[in-house]
């Protein structure tokens, strides 16, 4: 069974910058990112194919985000810029496998105004 654990995150004021990363245990296909806030749905953020040819991301994010991988190290990052206060989250990682798809842990973003 795949394990991702995740790593970063923590209280930043607004307008600073974080990187959070997931290390996968295996082999991994897609690998993507989500949040959830306190009472609200969790929602999609960013995603990375293997090869890293396709990266998606979430139209509110307006390229202050940046989602990356290396798969020497089986290792996705999330590079957060230009934070504001809404998105504090819970941030999730995501992974796609040949034998199912997994999560992170979660990592706690607090942006402070």
């Known amino acids: 069974q795949l394990q991702l654990v995740q790593s970063g995150g923590g209280l930043v004021q607004a307008g600073g910058s974080l990187r959070i990363s997931c290390t996968a245990s295996?082999?991994?296909?897609?690998m993507a990112w989500f949040r959830q806030a306190p009472g609200k749905q969790r929602q999609f953020v960013a995603f990375?194919?293997?090869?890293?040819?396709?990266?998606y991301y979430a139209d509110f994010l307006k390229g202050r985000f940046t989602a990356s991988r290396d798969n020497a190290k089986n290792t996705a990052y999330l590079q957060m810029n230009s934070l504001e206060p809404e998105d504090t989250a819970a941030y999730y990682c995501n992974a796609v496998s040949v034998v199912g798809i997994y999560w992170g842990q979660g990592t706690q973003v607090t942006v402070s105004s």
């Open positions: 990375n194919n293997r090869s890293g040819t396709k990266t």
């Open positions: 295996g082999y991994t296909e897609g």
